[in-house]
Every structure is written in C-alpha cells, then in structure tokens.
C-alpha cells in the first residue's frame, strides 16, 4: 500500500502562520488536506488565508494574537475552537516579529566600522534576522542589551511558546485553557491516555552554535532554552499520547541573500553558503513541506517520535 500524507479532518494552529516560514508551513498543511488556524501579530493575513482556503478547499482563518500576554494566547486558543467547532489536533509554535533593535543597533554600530561594511550589515539583518529566525532576534553587543531587551527576546521566544503549549494541553485534557480558572485537580504523571496530538517547536540552529558574524546572544539563549523545553514537555506529556518536538532550521534563503545588493555582500553570502556543506540555502518551501511530513501521521514511526530536535542545516552544524 502507497504511503500517504492526509490531514483531512486535522486541524493545526501555526502562531505567526501568514509569513515566511510559518507561512510555508500554512501553505504545505492546507495542500495536504488540513484545516489550518493562523496567528499575527500587525499585519493581517486574512486575505490570504482565503486565497488559500478557495485553492485546496481547506478552511484557513486568521486570528489576531500577540504571543508574549498569555491572556491572548488563551483566547486565541478559545476562538480557535468557537470557530472551527473543535479542539485542535496539532500546534506549531512558530510566531515571531521583527524587532526594531535590528535598526538601532545597525544605525549605533556602523560608525564603528568601515564604511563597505553598513550595506554588507543592513543586508544581513534584512536576510537573516527578518526571515531566517522564527521569533525576534537582538543584534547587539550583549555587554549593551538593556534589561526589557533581553526580556523581550525571550518573551516571544520562549515564553510565549510555552503560553501556547500550556494552552493547548490544557484545553486537550478538558482544563479551562486559562491556568488562573483552576480546573480539575489531575494527577498527570499517573494518567494513561492516547490523546494523538502533537506540539512541534520551531527553533533554531542558533540554539545549538553560536552564529557568526552577528551578536544575538540573548536569541542565540532563548532558541537553547526552546529547544530544551520542547524535551523537558515531551518528557512529561508523551504518556498521554501528546507528541512534543522541535525542529532547529538553519539559513534560508531570501531575496536579499539571492541578489546581494554590492559585491561585499556577495562575499559574505557566499561564506554563509560555505559554511553550508551542501553548498546551498533551504528555501522557506523545504522548510514548510518538510513540516507537513513530519506532522503526518506517519511521524517518527507512528508515534515513537518525542523530545526529538531535527536539524534543518545543510549541515552548518557538523562543524
């Protein structure tokens, strides 16, 4: 019997689902038959959840939501459910911003550099930064990141994730999705269920090495800890038939990195793509294809697949 990849019936929420990856990810889930629940922070991306519920015949719905205020995240998650008339069977934490940091920290810290250098750093904060990075990046010295910086940087990264997490699971074990509701007192680690739902994390290879040449300590942190969360909440709630894993991409490819603006910038594109032993970029498609197939229910052996970080690198990291 041919394997197949069907989410008909299955719904999934993707935080920060009208864009870049996250919008990659929307797109491959709908083309595989699933109904699809899309976060955004500012700009609304309504009219493409249309476009692409009339194109596979699918109901793909917008909700507004900013991820780091948990009140949010748990009435999303309410609206969700009023809307489609069911619980979710899968979520992908992948919201994320661009943050204006990028901007202030490129404008203070190209007088300390040569002039060929500022277009070489504004092409990378439009290449990586902006897309590359599911959550909010800092470039910035981290001897100069202020306290609501830093904070900042793990609010979208870290907290709000586990805000969207916490809710999910919640609503999945019959709980107010509000934890300050209260609910039934359930003793977890004794319980035995098949709930079949999944949670997948997008991290970042930025959790796992330090990259270069841009200073993100404060994201380079808050992608370890997500990373780490995605195996602590696998470790606690895979008994229950809820399956948590992340995935860690590396450099994806973008206009900018496609058609570096001078020579410089060319330069510095084509050591990135060195520093890649494939020899290349993955496109934001790959990224959202290769999503729809781990999601499936053929993931990691029907089931056996949990506290699991795939890396999605060309091999950055081998290094």
Known sequence: MPISIDY??????????????????TTALAKA?????????SSDPSARAAELSAAHGVQVKAFKCEVTRSSDVDAMLEA???AYGKKADIGVANAGECSPNHVGWFQGFRGRLPAEFAPVLLCVLKCVGMLTCP???????AHENTDDEF?????VNTFGPFYFA???VRSWLGQPIDVAKGGDSLNVPTMKANLGKQILFVS????????????????????GALTMMSKSLAGEWSHLGIYVNSISPGYVLTDMIANPPDETAKAWAKDWENRTPVGKFATAD???EFVAVLLSDRQGGMGFMAGSDVVLDGGYTVF
């Open 204 to 223: 970042s290879i930025s959790g796992l090495v330090a990259m270069t040449p841009q200073r993100q300590t404060a994201y380079n942190a808050s992608k």
């Open 286 to 288: 790959q990224i959202g």
């Open 135 to 141: 959550g909010i990046t800092l470039w910035k010295d």
């Open 8 to 25: 008909t019936g299955k719904l999934v929420v993707v935080t920060g689902g009208g864009r870049g990856i996250g919008l990659a990810i």
């Open 166 to 168: 916490r809710g999910l």
């Open 151 to 155: 904070k900042h940087v793990f609010d």
């Open 33 to 41: 038959g699933a109904d699809v629940a899309i976060t955004y922070t």
């Open 80 to 82: 969700v459910e009023a």
